[in-house]
């Protein structure tokens, strides 16, 4: 099962953070006062910098470049919202809520920042806070990947146990953009961990026969065939997956399988 991290693995599925919104911006260094348009330039390489350096797991780095950020942006509201990321990996959510809090005041209508919020909040056990984000977000006119925003709220939903929410949202997200595989990976999953195989091997075929394929999607059609006795099915998959996605941690986990097929 699933929980909702920031990462960009389908292991489990990520909660999309807007790191887009947050554009890297290479500066030559000055010493003389700076134009407010470089002021700005500036906070935003430190933001980058500090997220950077927070995947790395350096938090003082990324402390020292989110802090000089603040000290170039301070009404900026991704600045507050990548501090908000840092005091989380800090294990102090006062502040982070403080700070998300911040940034949600300063750009209320801007969809990056309630994403972001939102994965803060399903990642700290507050489902339906996270769930109305997303929503919110998924229905702002500005926001440019609505189907991520309701797939990231059926994890959040999953996560809490609410699975018959979580498919719903899982279509959604397929509506609104049939070749998204984030979203078929989780519902067929979702179909796979409930027993109903015939419907999961259903959303896999009509997805891979008709969209790119991936790693995750092979890997649970062979464990889905597996599940009904068929064998040829599974090796077709396996196959396809050991082809096109070599080296890859599915690859791995298939190995796995087949040395511990029970």
């Given at each position: 099962m699933s929980n909702p991290v920031n990462t960009t693995s389908h292991h489990p599925l990520p909660l999309h953070l807007a790191a887009g919104a947050l554009i890297l911006l290479l500066l030559a260094a000055c010493a003389t006062p700076q134009h407010p348009n470089k002021i700005r330039d500036a906070a935003a390489y430190n933001v980058q910098l500090g997220i950077a350096y927070l995947h790395?797991?350096?938090?003082?780095?990324?402390?020292?470049?989110?802090?000089?950020?603040?000290?170039?942006?301070?009404?900026?509201?991704?600045v507050h919202s990548a501090r908000a990321m840092l005091f989380e990996r800090m294990h102090d959510p006062d502040k982070a809520d403080a700070e998300f809090r911040t940034s949600l005041r300063l750009a209320p209508h801007d969809p990056d920042v309630v994403n972001n919020y939102a994965?803060?909040?399903?990642?700290?056990?507050?489902?339906?806070?996270?769930?109305?984000?997303?929503?919110?977000?998924?229905?702002?006119?500005?926001?440019?990947?609505?189907?991520?925003?309701?797939?990231?709220?059926?994890?959040?939903?999953?996560?809490?146990?609410?699975?018959?929410?979580?498919r719903a949202n899982f279509g959604r997200a397929l509506q609104i953009r049939p070749n998204f595989a984030e979203a078929a990976y989780q519902l067929t999953e979702l179909?796979?961990?409930?027993?109903?195989?015939?419907?999961?091997?259903?959303?896999?075929?009509?997805?891979?026969?008709?969209?790119?394929?991936?790693?995750?999607?092979?890997?649970?059609?062979?464990?889905?065939?597996?599940?009904?006795?068929?064998?040829?099915?599974a090796q077709r998959y396996a196959r396809r997956l050991q082809v096109d996605f070599p080296g890859t941690d599915q690859a791995r986990a298939l190995a796995e399988l087949d040395h511990n097929p029970g």
């Open positions: 790395q797991g350096d938090v003082a780095l990324a402390k020292d470049k989110l802090d000089r950020a603040l000290a170039e942006a301070p009404n900026s509201a991704e994965v803060y909040l399903c990642q700290n056990g507050r489902t339906d806070e996270g769930v109305r984000r997303f929503e919110e977000a998924a229905h702002n006119a500005l926001y440019r990947t609505p189907e991520a925003a309701y797939t990231n709220a059926g994890v959040c939903l999953r996560a809490a146990k609410r699975d018959d929410e979580a179909e796979f961990q409930h027993g109903e195989l015939a419907p999961a091997r259903a959303g896999i075929d009509a997805f891979i026969g008709s969209y790119d394929a991936t790693a995750d999607l092979l890997l649970l059609g062979v464990r889905v065939a597996r599940a009904q006795g068929d064998r040829v099915g």
